[in-house]
């Protein structure tokens, strides 16, 4: 019983930045990778970033440098700062966890609801 709450997503003029955040909440007993995925109307979920318990980033190639990953484990929040952005930032941001439970073994995917982000003039 998990839940990954997005907040941060609005309207931004290219070339401006914005601040993501991510929540979980729940019975967790840990945390494993989080990540950042976005979806743009009618295009397929691709990763963003991801960041491992050990705080080891990826970024997709695509970003430049651009996007910033990071976490805190003692609040089991994941960022996700974007800078320079374009319009084609322009997308539904999602945040991504492997979380283990609490009086559990296994490990499950747990995605949040999404928060819009637009880049326009």
């Known amino acids: 019983q998990v839940q990954l709450v997005e907040s941060g997503g609005g309207l931004v003029q290219p070339g401006g930045s914005l601040r993501l955040s991510c929540a979980a909440s729940?019975?967790?007993?840990?945390?494993?990778?989080m990540a950042w995925y976005r979806q743009a109307p009618g295009k397929q979920r691709d990763m963003v970033a991801r960041?491992?318990?050990?705080?080891?980033?990826n970024y997709a190639d695509s970003l430049k440098g651009r996007f910033t990953i990071s976490r805190d484990g003692a609040k089991n929040t994941v960022y996700l700062q974007m800078t320079s952005l374009k319009p084609e930032d322009t997308a539904v941001y999602y945040c991504?966890?492997?979380?283990?439970?609490?009086?559990?073994?296994?490990?499950?995917?747990?995605w949040g609801q999404g928060t819009q982000v637009t880049v326009s003039s």
């Open positions: 729940g019975n967790i007993f840990s945390i494993y990778d």
């Open positions: 960041i491992s318990s050990s705080n080891s980033p």
């Open positions: 991504y966890a492997i979380i283990q439970f609490k009086y559990s073994g296994p490990t499950y995917q747990y």
